[in-house]
């Protein structure tokens, strides 16, 4: 058995946890803010069989794009100087970041 735990952006959330529902993969979902953006994200947790890890990783590949998005000036009044960006910039946000763990039991009652 393994433990999935996947970081995605909240635009993708909605179609992959459809996805991920028809092929009955159980899922929980995580409302979670990344670091650098400080925007939403969804973190899931599945657990599944070895045999089925390659098929979930093929459906977040198919169902979380990458894409470019426009930050704005960040001020580092009030924060840190380490998140300090003087202009606007381009990030790549989206996509999805797995974590896959071994998992030795779990218990559901």
Known sequence: MKLLIAIVQDKDTSRLTDVLGEEDFKLTKLATTGGFLKEGNTTLMIG?????????????????????????????MGGNADSYIPQPVKVEVGGATVFIMPMEQYYKF
Do not use: G, H, W
């Open 48 to 76: 599944t069989d070895d045999d089925y890890v390659d098929r979930a990783l093929e459906i977040f590949r198919d169902n979380c794009s990458k894409r470019e998005q426009m930050v704005a000036p960040i001020s580092p």
